[in-house]
């Protein structure tokens, strides 16, 4: 019993320091200031643990929406994640914000990194260039304005292939329905014409029933003639006799 008790006993003593780790923790979270929470998402960050990051980031911001380290690196914890589409309206949130003009430039260029992710080359290629308006010598800004230009331009080559092809299937489609549209009168023809000459071996023309009927009463007109022959012929015997 007593060994048992002893497991007991320790299992609670186990239970109760987790209890008091979490009230600290939660404590210790809740008595944070916004920087300090903003801060431990910098180290989470680092450390490439982007899901906790953008709990920490949330947490400052809820503390202090205006904080824009936080709203700035909570875009970032977000596009590390891949989330995009979140991740611009952060940086758009401080470029609201009006910051200074290494910031806004930082904003601008982190804006066409997201939006050049989501293939929307033409809006991040002005995100870049407002980049470069405050901050001209940022070589990489420049680099990525070039990169999202030349994707725009593919892109658009693309596009115009695919209406190309598009146009020449369409051509293609035109032109056979006419060609099918043809052959179907040539078809329709050559039936009538197959219809007639079959029509002509089973019957006979009214030319030719006109003949066959003048035919047959030139041979009655002749039989009428020879009979009367031969009774004038009969007569002229019997009044000799």
Request: glycine share 2%; hydrophobic share 25%; proline share 1%.
């Amino acid at each position: 019993m007593k060994l048992a008790y002893l497991i007991l006993n320790k299992k609670s003593v186990r239970c109760a320091l987790i209890a008091m780790i979490c009230v600290f923790q939660f404590s210790h979270s809740f008595g944070q200031t916004d920087r300090e929470l903003a801060r431990d998402g910098n180290k989470l960050y680092k450390e490439k643990k982007y899901t906790d990051a953008e709990v920490k980031y949330k947490k400052s911001l809820s503390k202090n929406k205006d904080l824009n380290q936080a709203t700035f690196n909570l875009g970032d914890a977000y596009y590390k994640q891949e989330k995009y589409d979140d991740a611009v309206q952060q940086y758009q949130d401080v470029i609201a914000s009006k910051p200074g003009s290494s910031t806004l430039s930082k904003a601008y260029h982190n804006l066409g990194n997201s939006l050049l992710k989501s293939k929307k080359y033409p809006e991040s290629i002005d995100a870049y260039k407002n980049a470069l308006k405050n901050n001209p010598g940022d070589n990489d800004t420049r680099y990525n304005l070039a990169y999202a230009q030349s994707m725009m331009k593919q892109q658009q080559q693309q596009q115009q292939q695919k209406q190309d092809k598009n146009k020449d299937q369409k051509d293609q489609d035109k032109k056979k329905d006419q060609q099918q549209k043809q052959q179907d009168k040539q078809d329709k023809k050559d039936q009538q014409k197959q219809q007639q000459q079959a029509q002509q071996k089973q019957g006979i023309s009214k030319e030719d029933a006109e003949r066959m009927l003048q035919a047959l009463n030139n041979d009655e007109k002749n039989r009428q003639k020879k009979l009367q022959k031969k009774e004038v012929t009969k007569i002229q015997i019997e009044k000799d006799w």
